[in-house]
């Protein structure tokens, strides 16, 4: 049972689309259906505006967010509170901006006053920031630091990789820039493709560049032309990752069948059930209290407990797949995910319960029972 913060386990449904014979690009049923993704997916996003699907992992649209918009000597506040914040800082470096990375400690949320703070300088021409930073289990504030860069006038390109699908992240409404989320996560689709939305106002910075976009894959505006202003039929610019697209679809439908609101209840439920259950079992969560995603939790590896043998056994005796720390939190945390088909009961049930096992064997001091406990009054509770 792969329990990491992706990629997550797909839906039968999804892997039966993928095997299906192979189908050209251009076909008019497979171009249909892209049309009908990109429609799917302005929903997901909840936005109106413009949504590009790029073949890559979730890296590949951050860079294409912050390549497209950032040129040489460009003045970016980067919000880092962990390492994947630390990765836009460093794209947007490698751009050749000057980055000012404004650092909150690892487990907390940024502070959104601190940062309108800063973005009052009036120097800044973009901010990067992570929803859920993944190597942390903590949330930041979008909604207001995306205000705060409306008011300010600066492009907020926002990562919500494990976020947007599992939690309600309103683009539109909220004035997101540029948001970019990953395939394998919240939306519970296979790995391979990335999904941006783009806002009017990054599109006319993008159109103003000075400078030549030196990328020819990664350019939006060419994407834009055949995914977004072509009326029909739209089409990606070059050979996308079809197997995967015929996985995102089926993991769309999904998502429509159950409704984007029942879908963020569920992972409210799953996510506070995982938090309970871990402290009932004498374990510390990492984030702050209060800064936690409910699409994964993380908590400290106790004392005389080692990291890599307790994962090893939850894996090797009980069948649940659990991740690490990474970078300077390897060996100190545990991360679990529970996103898109993994945030139901029945896995969580048994992911806390190989927990529990595991944990006694190693000789820690637990009441066997007490997180499955914790999780059943939770669901119980809150009528799931
Ligand atoms: C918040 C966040 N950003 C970016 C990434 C990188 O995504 P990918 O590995 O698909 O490039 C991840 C992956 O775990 C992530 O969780």
């Known amino acids: 049972m792969l329990m990491v913060p992706g990629p997550v386990e797909v839906h039968p449904r999804v892997l039966r689309a993928m095997s299906q014979p192979m189908i050209g690009h ?38 294409a967010a912050v390549g497209n918009v950032i040129e040489r000597g460009d003045k970016v506040l980067s919000v880092v509170s962990g390492l994947f914040g630390r990765r836009f800082a460093e794209i947007a470096r490698r751009r050749g901006a ?7 400690p690892l487990g907390s949320s940024a502070d959104p006053s601190k940062i309108k703070e800063e973005l009052e300088s009036g120097e800044y021409k973009a901010l990067t ?11 930041n504030p ?10 300010e006038g600066v492009i907020s390109i926002v990562d919500g990789i494990t976020s947007v699908g599992g939690i309600d992240v309103r683009t539109e409404e909220w004035g ?22 783009v806002s009017e106002r990054a599109w006319e910075c993008i159109e103003n560049r000075k400078e030549e976009l030196p990328d020819y894959y990664l350019d939006l505006l ?3 032309g055949y995914m977004v202003d072509r009326l029909s039929p739209r089409r990606t610019p070059f050979t996308p990752g079809v197997p995967a697209l015929l996985g995102l679809y089926e993991a769309l439908k999904l998502i429509e069948e159950e409704g984007l609101e029942n879908r963020f209840e569920r992972h409210r439920i799953i ?7 871990i402290k009932a079992i004498g374990l510390e969560l990492f984030p702050e209290e209060g800064a936690y995603s409910n ?16 994962r090893g056994r939850m894996k090797e005796k009980y069948g649940v797949i659990v991740a690490g720390g990474l970078e300077e939190l390897t060996g100190k945390i545990v991360r679990i995910g529970h996103m898109g088909i993994s945030a139901v009961p029945q896995n969580v049930f048994a992911t806390v319960s190989a927990l529990e096992c595991a944990l006694h064997e190693m000789g820690f001091k637990l009441e066997l029972g007490s997180g499955i406990s914790a999780l059943e009054d939770v669901f119980l509770r809150n009528n799931l």
Not at 142 to 151: L, M, P, Q, S
Not at 295 to 310: A, N, R
Request: hydrophobic content about 40%; aromatic content about 4%.
């Open 26 to 63: 251009l076909d008019p049923d497979f171009v249909s259906l892209l049309d009908e993704i990109l429609d799917m997916l302005r929903r997901v996003f909840q936005t109106r505006g413009d949504v590009i699907i790029l073949t890559g992992s979730g890296t590949s649209a951050m860079e």
């Open 98 to 104: 000057e980055v000012h990375e404004m650092k909150f």
């Open 176 to 197: 997101i820039d540029l948001l970019v989320v990953g395939s394998q996560k919240c939306l519970a689709a296979p790995p391979g493709l990335a999904m941006l939305s």
């Open 222 to 224: 060419r994407n834009k």
């Open 295 to 310: 699409t994964l939790t993380s908590f400290k590896v106790p004392e005389g407990i080692e990291d890599k043998e307790l």
């Open 129 to 139: 920031v992570v929803h859920c930073e993944t190597s942390t289990g903590a949330l």
């Open 142 to 151: 979008i909604e207001e630091i995306a205000k705060a860069c409306r008011d």
């Open 271 to 277: 996510g506070e059930g995982m938090r309970e259950s």
